[in-house]
C-alpha cells in the first residue's frame, strides 16, 4: 500500500481541521484559502503579532525544486504543518530544504500546534519532532483503558507507534485483511521489503517475514493460549510468512510462554508477544533517537534461548 492510498481524503480533512482548531486556541484568526504572490496555495492564514502562512505536508512530493523556487518572495512566515501519521515523509533532506528556506515545521497533536524554530541544525528539527511524536503517544497510551470499551482505540495506537517507528524500512500497512474465504481478521499486516538492518536481516530472511503480522489485544488481562493460538494460525510458509508480533496490555504468563518455546522449536514460527511497558520503553528509545527495535530483537533473543 502506497502512503497515498494509505492517507484517504478523509485524513486530510480531519488535519486540515485539527490545524485549524489549533490556530485558534492559540489565538489565532484563520482565513481558508490563502494563495501567496507566487501562486503557492496555503491552507491557512493565520495572523496574530506576526502572520504565518501554513500549508498541510501531503504525501504530494515536496522534493521537487518548483515547491521550493515558489516560496521566494512570501511576506508570511512559511510552514508545514503535519500529523505523525505522515513524519515519516520528513527526511533528512527534506528538512535540510525546509531549514535552508527558512521553512517552520509545525509538528501538530490533538491538543497543540507545535512551531519549530528554522533556524535550528537539522539534527535539532529532527529531534524536536520526535519529543512532539513521543509525547502524543505516551500520552494516547495512557488515556486509553484496558478493556473491551477502546479496543479500536488501542487498536489505532499501535498502528501509529509502529508507522512512526518503522516506516520505513516497512510499508503501509493493510488495516483488519480478510483472508480470500473472509474466515480470518487479522489486525495489521506491514509488507517488508527492507533491503537492510534488523528488518531485513532479522525479520525477513532469518525468521521468512516478508510480512509481519501485527495483533493488537486490548485487554485487562493476559493473554490466553486460545488468543496465542489464534495468532500462530495466521502464521505459515504460504501466507504471511513465519514472524508475527502480538501486542497485549500485560506480559504474558509462563504457559504461553512455553507453548511460545515450543511453536517456535517445533514449527519455527516466530510468534513475539510485547507489552505496554515493552511499548513505552520503544516509545523512550525513539524519542533519544536510538533503534526501538532493540526491543523487539530482546523479545526474539527471550524465545531462542528458552528453547533447551
Known amino acids: 500500500m502506497t502512503i497515498s492510498e494509505w492517507y484517504s481524503n478523509s485524513h486530510e480533512k480531519a488535519d486540515l481541521q485539527l490545524c485549524e482548531t489549533l490556530l485558534k486556541q492559540e489565538g489565532f484568526a484563520v482565513s481558508i484559502g490563502y494563495t501567496s504572490t507566487t501562486n503557492l496555495k496555503f491552507s491557512f492564514l493565520a495572523k496574530k503579532q506576526h502572520q504565518l502562512a501554513i500549508r498541510l505536508l ?27 501519521r505522515l513524519s515519516n515523509l520528513l527526511t533528512p533532506s527534506l528538512v535540510k530544504k525546509a531549514q535552508l528556506h527558512g521553512v517552520r515545521l509545525c509538528p501538530i497533536t490533538d491538543s497543540k500546534i ?51 517507528l518503522f516506516i520505513p524500512p516497512l510499508d503501509y500497512p493493510q488495516v ?15 509488507p517488508n521489503r527492507s533491503s537492510s538492518g534488523f528488518w531485513s536481516k532479522e525479520v525477513q530472511h532469518r525468521y521468512k517475514g516478508e510480512y509481519v503480522l501485527l495483533e493488537c489485544k486490548n485487554y485487562r488481562k493476559p493473554i490466553s493460549k486460545k488468543e496465542f493460538d489464534q495468532g500462530l494460525g495466521y502464521l505459515g510458509p504460504n501466507g504471511l510468512g513465519r514472524f508475527g508480533i502480538i501486542v497485549s496490555r500485560k506480559a504474558i504468563e509462563e504457559k504461553v510462554r512455553v507453548l511460545q518455546m515450543v511453536n517456535w522449536s517445533n ?33 526474539i533473543d527471550k524465545v531462542r534461548t528458552a528453547v533447551p
Not at 501531503?58 to 521566494?72: G, H, I
Not at 483488519?176 to 506491514?190: F, K, S, V
Open 58 to 84: 501531503t504525501p504530494d512530493p515536496l522534493s521537487e525544486d518548483e515547491f521550493w523556487k515558489k516560496l521566494k518572495g512570501i511576506t508570511p512566515h512559511p510552514s508545514l504543518a503535519f500529523n505523525s
Open 114 to 164: 507545535n512551531i519549530i524554530d528554522p533556524t535550528l541544525s537539522v539534527d535539532q528539527i529532527q529531534s524536536q519532532i520526535r519529543q512532539v511524536e513521543s509525547a502524543k503517544l505516551r500520552n494516547l497510551l495512557h488515556s486509553c483503558k484496558p478493556g473491551r470499551k477502546q479496543w479500536r482505540l488501542f487498536e489505532d495506537i499501535c498502528e501509529e507507534l509502529f508507522n512512526i
Open 176 to 190: 483488519q485483511a480478510d483472508t480470500i474465504l473472509g474466515i480470518r481478521r487479522r489486525d495489521l499486516i506491514y
Open 267 to 299: 514449527s519455527k514460527n516466530m510468534l513475539l508477544t510485547l507489552s505496554e511497558q515493552n511499548l513505552r520503553q520503544m516509545i523512550d528509545l525513539y524519542s533519544k533517537g536510538k533503534d526501538p527495535t532493540r526491543i523487539i530483537q530482546y523479545a
